[in-house]
């Protein structure tokens, strides 16, 4: 079922959201050779927290047994997403990708942003750079009488057009009083099908493109999502509300 957001709890959700930007840009500041991924989602949980806030993936996951255990998700080269911060440390050339959600006043917001870590290679570039710009083609199609697989196709179009591959597993979602809402949005598919987007939708549109072939895998630790040709992966996520018949990015 699709939930509907009144302009109250748009506010709310745009509230959550903004947590999230800011430690995308804080933890962004920090991205560098030489520095943890648990050094990280300490500084972004410490950030949230001090914000009355929730972390909204720690303790995340169907499995009791195996919840997620941190507050971000730190994805290095091939790894997609879901990534799990721990004592590595990031190396000159690699591509971090870095996904966070929060938790406030009982909705959530949910973001993500690729970043290079020091210098890194002509085609890791291009890869940060078009699956950024697919982010924004997708949004420019969350149009209300618009319909779902309108965001998805604009998405795929765009990345494959410049030679890259949309993981076809994972997806994008609704989002509110739950951090995983319907409707499901994939990065890929045919315009003009799937569900017709409406005022008051709130969505987490988030393109996760690979350099080389589009298959994934999960690593042994039950959570990291790897390319299973080991080529490396981008990822970019806004949260989104329908307003006005137009999009409007919360995580701005």
Known sequence: ????????????????????????????????????????????E?????????????????????????????????EVVHGIPSKRTLR?????????GVKKNGYFG?????????????????????????LYRGI???????????????????????GFSVVRELVGHGIGKELHEEPQIPNFGKAGTGMKLKEGMTLAVEPMVNLGDWRVRVAADGWTVITEDGSPSAHFEHTVAIVDGKPEILTQ
């Open 46 to 78: 410490e950030y949230i927290r001090a914000n009355d806030a929730q972390p909204a993936f720690k303790g995340y996951g169907s499995l009791k047994t195996n919840q997620f255990p941190a507050t971000l998700c730190t994805s290095v080269d091939e």
């Open 92 to 100: 000159e050339g690699e591509i971090l990708s870095v996904d966070v």
């Open 110 to 134: 949910d973001g993500a942003k690729s970043f290079a870590v020091g210098h890194i290679s002509a085609d890791k570039q291009r890869l940060l750079r078009v699956t950024e710009e697919s």
């Open 1 to 44: 079922m699709v939930w509907i957001k009144t302009k109250r709890e748009i506010d709310v959700i745009q509230e959550s959201s903004r947590i999230v930007a800011e430690v995308l840009r804080l933890v962004g500041a920090h991205v560098r050779p030489g520095v943890t991924t648990l050094e990280l989602d300490q500084l972004a």
């Open 140 to 162: 420019e199609q969350a149009v209300a009488g618009k319909m779902v697989h309108d965001i998805s196709a604009a998405v795929q179009e765009h990345v494959e057009r410049n």
